[in-house]
């Protein structure tokens, strides 16, 4: 019934549903709270969360930015 091919298709699928699913939830978490990294020293402590990362707001180097998810 099920072969070699098959089971590494079912589980690469069920792979990228959970990472789908977590990146979901990151994302809700992070619109709820908007967390500001990067920057100037007083962000040097702020770091984003796995699976996200430091986007710049685009005005200068100092200003810093939010916390984006990958997907």
């Not at 699928?13 to 100037?40: A, P, R």
């Not at 702020?46 to 100092?62: A, E, R, V």
Request: hydrophobic share 45%.
């Amino acid at each position: 019934m099920f072969n070699k091919k098959h089971f590494i298709l079912i589980i690469a699928l069920v792979f990228l549903v959970i990472i789908f699913m977590w990146q979901w939830k990151l994302k809700q978490n992070l619109t709820e709270n908007t967390v500001s990294c990067g920057g100037d020293w007083s962000y040097n402590e702020i770091s984003c969360p796995l699976g996200s990362y430091c986007k710049s707001l685009n005005q200068g180097p100092f200003a810093g930015g939010v916390c984006k998810t990958l997907l």
